[in-house]
């Protein structure tokens, strides 16, 4: 197989606030397809995606997305055509109805004759299956169905770049399987970069993951790989193992060790979660497994 | 036109079925023609092959949309009237200023100024109406545009349509708006004369400076030290015994129309700084390059 040429490229990216680096010389490529972010709160996720989506710019380093170059207006702007986001708190006129919001945005990308600007709404509205309340107004709306709402905005004009901040917070597991169905299937052709704190939206989605730790980039690979990390270093036991990084007691009543074995361990099969936390060490596992 | 055919039933001809389709029938020809056409499938198929589908298409889209689009909100409908594109009064619409609580707390503070006026007439009730009016566009805009004020900044800071386009956009309307009030108040006060309209130049001056301040420092921050600097203004300048302000003087009044000029020029070369949270625009290379 081929890997295909990368959409975006990301160079040693640095970004801070007041003396904190919330991105620490982060590079990376993209490629077409769902690539998960993993992080703990305050790895730097939501920034990361922030600068990927235009919306500021990073102190130094370069992004290149879609073969353009955000630094200069005139491409930032072509890049902006091309590109749906998806904010971690995207905020509503709550007097708009859903198809009033999804309009207004539809306006803010330039979409200006009338009716197949009404078209596209539709269109997406039908996408994340919110076609039958587009006329209710989003105060009126679950939590659920605003994060829809915060999704369709993201697909007007058909996006090549996707990027989704934390799009699975807060919905149901029915509403995340569906949410799955619709990123699986736009994920074909085009580059979609989401956030998650959910190991599972990574595993049952994602081509690509990469683990963003404390503003630097700490893996970039195939999930197996990540999962891969892990092997050997996940074992049950009737107690909790006091060398283990991290335990915790599973289900079954036998407890689920994370760190160095002892000999003779009662090894499991390591999953991409297992990995996560092997790779952020320490606190975090405590943290994540607590 | 049609006739029986060789089993005895009618049928719609080609001539009458084109008269059909290029809408030259009248009325009743054409409900008749439908009547058969829903009941004929061969005259179904013979129409079929003269229809326009792209026609079709516009009028099916057309009619969706008719039917489906829900009405827009009073404050769209109204600006729609006033003549305002379909699109840009939706823009307008979602500014969270020309709400009906903004409206009403600028009506409110020309209410009681001119009430004032009304039961207290003198100076000192002219001047705090001149002092108040400059103060309720900067409090619209200070609630028009921005983080922490438009919801969807962020998502539209994404979107390729210019955030500065958007910003003066609201910042008109609002101005716009408040201008219309306040001139309406100062006819209430008749014995303003002539000074009625002194209010007008601040009024701008302050606003745009506002906009132009607001390209160094937060928005809400900016509008906060222009308020501020004008009361002060005003407080300082008020002369005893027959109180009246430089101000609102011919000297005070050219001053005005020029940090408007100066606020709109500054505005005008640095709006990049609007187009993002921060970090793109601010390199001395892009400003050279726009200012050329």
Known sequence: ?290 | MGGPDTTGAWHADGALLDAYNDQRLDAAARWSVEAHLTSCAACRRQARALVDLARLERVRAALIDAVDVPRAGMVERLLVRLGVAEHTARLLAATPALRGSWLLAVAAALGFAVAAGWTHPGQDANLAFLGVAPLLPLAGIAVAYGPGVDPTYEIGLAAPLPSFRLLLLRAAAVLGTATLLAAAASLALPQLGPGAAGWLLPSLGLTASSLALATTIAPLRAIGITAGAWILAVVVTVMPPAPSSVLFAVTGQVAFAALALLGAAVLLVRRGRFESDRGFDTTPRFAARRLR
Do not use: C
């Open chain 1, 1 to 290: 197989m081929t890997t295909p040429a990368p959409t975006v490229r990301v160079r040693d990216l640095v970004m801070t606030f007041g003396r904190t680096r919330a991105l620490d010389g982060v590079t990376f490529d993209l490629v077409p397809g769902v690539t998960g972010l993993l992080g703990p709160n305050g790895a730097g996720k939501t920034t990361l995606l922030r600068v990927l989506a235009t919306v500021s710019a990073g102190d130094s380093g370069s992004v290149h997305a879609l073969g353009l170059d955000p630094r200069h207006t005139d491409q930032r702007l072509d890049l902006r055509g091309r590109l749906g986001y998806m904010p971690q708190e995207p905020g509503f006129h709550a007097r708009f109805t859903a198809f009033e919001f999804v309009d207004y945005v539809a306006i803010l990308k330039e979409l200006h004759q009338r009716r197949a600007r009404h078209q596209e709404v539709r269109r997406v509205l039908e996408l994340v299956g919110l076609g039958p309340v587009r006329g209710k107004q989003i105060k009126a709306l679950s939590g659920g169905m605003r994060r829809r709402v915060a999704l369709a905005q993201a697909l007007l004009g058909d996006p090549d770049l996707l990027v989704l901040d934390e799009p699975t917070a807060g919905l149901d597991p029915e509403q995340r399987l569906r949410f799955r169905e619709l990123v699986s299937r736009l994920g074909e052709g085009r580059t979609v970069l989401l956030s998650t704190h959910q190991t599972e939206d990574v595993v049952a989605l994602a081509r690509h993951v990469m683990v963003l730790h404390l503003g630097r980039l700490r893996f970039a690979g195939a999930p197996l790989e990540l999962a891969g990390l892990a092997r050997g270093h996940v074992w049950q036991s009737q107690e909790r193992d006091p060398g283990a990084l991290a335990a915790w007691r599973t289900g079954t009543g036998q407890h689920r060790n994370i760190g160095d074995p002892p000999a003779g361990a009662d090894l499991l099969e390591a999953t991409l979660e297992d990995g996560y936390l092997l790779l952020l060490g320490g606190d975090q596992v405590e943290e994540a497994a607590a």
